[in-house]
């Protein structure tokens, strides 16, 4: 079955970098887009990243535009978010997840999430 | 900036229909998805473009959306739904949430 793993949270100083990493299995990797989404403690959901199944194309929320970049690796089955220049608001659970229709990338749903990882930027 | 807007709580008794709306200019000239999320859990897929369900959710769960609202209704709702309810669209190539409902069924 389709599982989504992450990685790489933990607690970092304002200003440090971080990449968080996201392990997927049980389907065919390099037909679907992934995006990143997290969630602020006791809040709701905000879409951070996408990428495209063959990484031509990838979108970035306002937030994080010219910080964060997505990137993947389909030989190895991984999703990653590399995160630069962190403030105590990037703090929150990061998801990954898939997205539901093969070779689709805006447009599309998020089908299968993973548990999340825990990112805390505090001084 | 593209925003959806839901009721941030929604609250019937067992056995009633739950409604939860999702606003956002012309959203239904857009596909609206839905997310379930229970306290401690990851968020899941319940209905995608607009009114369809993936494998395994129950067709206690259905979607419409029309005009500038996206709806949720949840058939004879049990304490089991209650949960974090999350809308979203997309709006050219970006991904937007609305805030979130929680629904209340007691």
């Known amino acids: 079955q389709v599982q989504l793993v992450e990685s790489g949270g933990g607690v970092v100083q304002p200003g440090t970098s971080l990449r968080l990493s996201c392990a997927a299995s049980?389907?065919?990797?390099?037909?679907?887009?992934f995006h990143w989404v997290r969630q602020a403690p006791g809040k709701g959901l905000e879409w951070v990243a996408s990428i495209s199944y063959y990484e031509i194309n990838k979108y970035y929320a306002d937030s994080v535009k010219g910080r964060f970049t997505v990137s993947r690796g389909n030989s190895r089955n991984m999703v990653y978010l590399q995160m630069n220049s962190l403030t105590s608001e990037d703090t929150a659970v990061y998801y990954c997840?898939?997205?539901?229709?093969?070779?689709?990338?805006?447009?599309?749903?998020?089908?299968?999430w993973g548990q999340g990882t825990l990112l805390s930027v505090s001084s | 900036s593209y925003d959806l807007t839901q009721p941030p709580s929604v609250s019937v008794s067992p056995g009633q229909t739950a409604s939860i709306s999702c606003s956002g200019d012309t959203l239904g000239n857009k596909y609206a998805s839905w997310y379930q999320q229970k306290p401690g859990q990851s968020p899941v897929l319940v209905i995608y473009q607009n009114n369809k369900r993936p494998s395994g959710v129950p067709e206690r769960f259905s979607g419409s959306n029309s005009g500038n609202t996206a709806t949720l209704t949840i058939s004879g709702a049990q304490p089991v739904h209650e949960a974090d309810y999350f809308c979203q669209a997309w709006d050219s190539d970006t991904a937007v949430f609305g805030g979130g409902t929680k629904l209340t069924v007691l």
């Open positions: 997840a898939r997205g539901g229709t093969i070779r689709a990338v805006a447009g599309d749903h998020f089908d299968s």
């Open positions: 049980g389907f065919t990797f390099n037909i679907y887009a």
